[in-house]
């Protein structure tokens, strides 16, 4: 079992930054691949942000790419969402997932682990 809690959402202007944080407890972090993913009101959960379990691999989607950057640190057991240039249609709750398969990341249904969410508004 593994426990996610992500913390640093809030509310912030369109064209700033934020950063998300997820800590991992409970069975061994560095065995899972790691991602992001949001829930606007009114539409389905969708993938952000995936890295797998040594860092060496990341995938993002189209819509963030060039402006999200996912990282890890194994010995704290975080993941982490770096999101510059903000625009009103990122808001959403963003949820941290844990899954052990890398070609299983961009799909909701396949996660093994969810975290509660943290609520992300960009005000335009």
């Known amino acids: 079992q593994v426990q996610l809690v992500e913390s640093g959402g809030g509310l912030v202007q369109a064209g700033d930054s934020l950063r998300l944080s997820c800590t991992a407890s409970g069975r061994t972090f560095g065995g899972y691949t790691m991602g992001w993913f949001r829930q606007a009101p009114g539409k389905e959960r969708e993938f952000v942000a995936a890295i797998s379990w040594s860092g060496s691999m990341t995938s993002y989607d189209d819509s963030v790419k060039g402006r999200f950057i996912i990282s890890r640190d194994n010995a704290k057991s975080t993941v982490s969402l770096q999101m510059n240039l903000l625009k009103p249609e990122d808001t959403a709750v963003y949820y941290c997932?844990?899954?052990?398969?890398?070609?299983?990341?961009?799909?909701?249904?396949?996660?093994?682990?969810w975290g509660k969410g943290t609520l992300v508004t960009v005000s335009s």
């Open positions: 997932a844990a899954v052990t398969r890398w070609s299983w990341h961009q799909d909701p249904g396949r996660m093994d682990y």
